[in-house]
T-cell receptor, first 114, second 111 residues
Framework: AQSVTQLDSQVPVFEEAPVELRCNYS??????LFWYVQYPNQGLQLLLK??????LVKGINGFEAEFNKSQTSFHLRKPSVHISDTAEYFC????????????FGQGTTLQVKP | KAGVTQTPRYLIKTRGQQVTLSCSPI?????VSWYQQTPGQGLQFLFE???????NKGNFPGRFSGRQFSNSRSEMNVSTLELGDSALYLC??????????FGPGTRLTVL
């Protein structure tokens, strides 16, 4: 069975500092990987995805993530955060073909301080 | 292109009642999935529909059901509501199975 672990429940960081949100997954088959962001009282917005190809994936709002198959990780990074990046971030996996089912991690709250 | 829409946005029900939530996918998307989000359990997959057929189902009791119409719009129904059903219910649609686009959710409160 597939599972996703987000290693930090909360990450406080000062504005303009870099940040990394960590995500590890467990699967015996190839997966697709995603990062979503959720602002208060809103749905989930897709930040970026890895389906195949280059292991470094760039997304919206200056975020990027790197797929590491040997370490089964898909960490999210941003070189300089803004107050507006304060939100909850979710890592998710799917088996890809013929299913839209996503398995989510528990989420990481990013708190950007001025 | 309009995004995924969900109605209603907020709902208050009492225990024992039933509720129906609606989801309109992005135009052209044929796959619709539903998720339940709670503080304790996080985001959990309920079911997925593709071309009016349920393709996948999560580990929820039979009180949770859904359907998809020929225009790809979907509804989910929860019968005999329990306090623990209070949650944000999210609908997502996709063109291909690889990427889900989420709606704003329906906040259900069971009293």
């Amino acid at each position: 069975a597939q599972s996703v672990t987000q290693l930090d429940s909360q990450v406080p960081v000062f504005e303009e500092a870099p940040v990394e949100l960590r995500c590890n997954y467990s699967s015996s088959v190839s997966v697709y990987l995603f990062w979503y962001v959720q602002y208060p009282n809103q749905g989930l917005q897709l930040l970026l995805k890895y389906l195949s190809g280059s292991t470094l994936v760039k997304g919206i709002n200056g975020f990027e993530a790197e797929f590491n198959k040997s370490q089964t990780s898909f960490h999210l990074r941003k070189p300089s955060v803004h107050i507006s990046d304060t939100a909850e971030y979710f890592c998710a996996v799917s088996l890809g073909s013929n299913t839209g089912k996503l398995i989510f991690g528990q989420g990481t709250t990013l708190q950007v301080k001025p | 292109k309009a995004g995924v829409t969900q109605t209603p946005r907020y709902l208050i029900k009492t225990r024992g009642q039933q509720v129906t939530l609606s989801c309109s996918p992005i135009s052209g998307h044929r796959s619709v999935s539903w998720y339940q989000q709670t503080p304790g359990q996080g985001l959990q997959f309920l079911f997925e529909y593709f071309s009016e057929t349920q393709r996948n189902k999560g580990n929820f009791p039979g009180r949770f059901s859904g359907r998809q119409f020929s225009n790809s719009r979907s509804e989910m129904n929860v019968s005999t509501l329990e306090l623990g059903d209070s949650a944000l219910y999210l609908c997502a649609s996709s063109l291909y199975p690889d990427t889900q686009y989420f709606g704003p959710g329906t906040r259900l409160t069971v009293l």
